[in-house]
């Protein structure tokens, strides 16, 4: 109630989903390509291969450059966007886990000196100017300082999920190791691996030497294989931690969460039999194909879980506290009975009349349906779902929000309030068919 709303063309939740899914999959590469750079080298120096230590050099090259720059500013687009889009819920994460942010931006502080000391001085090492595990060393910190931003990070998210006792304590510790925290680090864990390995055969295919190229290929092959022992134990054990409404939620498939609910037990096991699949020979340019359709794979994996953990949260933006429309569950009460345009200082009139209904109307979609719904355009579209319920249909289907349909926030506003929503619903829907 204390924030304007940011219209767009575009539903806000769908860019905040595209960003998220973006940013999280080179984010979880960073995480477990920390991992992968140092037993890299490691095996390098074991087997006294130029090659090998050349190539995880050039791997680095790379990885800074994907992980540092481009994650980056993919972290930088997810701030901005959430904080325009949904506001309240940003500023509540922002208060109530403002050491859990501080002490994670100290640990991406470390990644960067680290990975960039790592980077730099990788030549000396190969050269024998500098002590092979000093240099590994600096390989370590940075793993460390990544899984350690992973391990902050993951308490806060799992929080918007399952809140737990932080909803009767308002505890920190409560919030953080909440009831999805462990499984959903050991998911993560192992999925930040896997992909450590797809991306390393992506560039291990680039070695020059066809013996080198070959074991290099099949060593990250078994990078993307081994983590989905953990991966599936920490899938079931993560939605066994969900509450029953939750997992209602996700198994009620409803329209936009159905497509990737039926879509990540498909990807999954493919992404495995495609990583099994580098250790049959092929030609270079039937493995340089199979790399790429295997990182599509894993981006999907990635995009797959999110969006159905995202949704999965319905009605909730912070589960049992924040719908998704900002509105806090202790305030819908008095929104009911006071009305929402008195309790919300930028609504611009105080009550509805016949000559500001539509504009009352469109200030209610602004503040209580646009942050899920669209109109006339993609993701949960309003134009489809209400073309033949007219104004009657629609003021009956708001006052069944939150009760008959629980994947759905209440309406928040008094009698009159919702009217002037379902004439503005309405009036908008006929616009757009007669176009």
Not at 357 to 362: H, Q
């Amino acid at each position: 109630m204390q924030y304007p709303v940011w219209q767009l063309p575009v539903n806000g939740g769908l860019l905040i989903a595209l960003i998220s899914v973006i940013h999280v999959f080179v984010a979880q590469f960073a995480v477990g390509g920390g991992f992968f750079l140092v037993m890299a080298e490691r095996k390098g120096h074991a087997e006294g291969s130029n090659e090998i230590l050349q190539w995880v050099k050039r791997h680095s090259r790379f990885f800074v450059l994907l992980t540092m720059v481009f994650g980056g500013v993919t972290g930088v687009g997810i701030w901005l966007i959430i904080s325009l889009v949904s506001p309240a819920a940003t500023s509540q994460l922002v208060h109530l886990f403002l050491y859990g942010w501080a002490t994670e931006w100290v640990f991406f502080l470390g990644e960067i000196a680290a990975l960039l000391v790592y980077y730099y001085t990788f030549q000396r090492c190969i050269s024998g100017r500098m002590n092979k595990k000093d240099h590994m060393t600096a390989g370590w910190l940075y793993a460390l300082f990544a899984f350690l931003s992973l391990f902050m990070i993951n308490g806060i998210i799992g929080f918007m999920l399952t809140p737990g006792e932080w909803l009767r304590t308002g505890n920190f510790w409560d919030g953080f190791f909440n009831p999805t925290f462990w499984p959903a680090l050991v998911f993560r864990f192992a999925l930040c691996l896997l992909l450590a390995g797809l991306f390393a055969m992506i560039t291990a295919l680039r070695i020059p030497n066809p013996a080198t190229r070959e074991a290099m290929v099949r060593w990250s092959a078994k990078w993307v294989c081994l983590p989905f022992v953990g991966l599936l134990l920490g899938a079931a054990w993560y939605f066994a931690a969900l509450p029953p409404s939750q997992q209602a939620m996700i198994l009620r498939r409803t329209e936009d969460i159905r497509p990737f609910a039926l879509a990540w037990p498909v990807v999954t096991p493919l992404l495995f039999l495609g990583g099994l699949a580098f250790f049959v020979k092929a030609s270079g340019r039937a493995r340089a194909v199979l790399a790429g359709v295997v990182l599509l794979l894993g981006l999907a994996q990635v995009g797959t879980f999110e969006w159905v953990r995202e949704t999965g949260r319905r009605p909730w933006v912070i589960h049992g506290y924040m719908y998704s429309n900002g509105i806090r569950a202790a305030d819908v009460e008095r929104m009911q009975r006071d009305g929402a345009l008195s309790l919300t200082a930028w609504a611009g009139t105080r009550q509805v009349t016949d000559a500001n209904r539509l504009d009352v109307g469109r200030f209610l979609w602004a503040q209580q349906c646009s942050s899920c719904h669209g109109m006339g355009n993609p993701m949960l579209d309003m134009v489809p779902r209400a073309a033949k319920r007219g104004v009657a249909g629609l003021e009956a289907q708001l006052a069944g929000q939150g009760k008959l349909l629980p994947y759905m926030p209440p309406f928040c506003g008094t009698p009159a309030e919702r009217n002037a929503l379902a004439v503005y619903i309405a009036h908008e829907v006929e616009r757009r068919l007669a176009r």
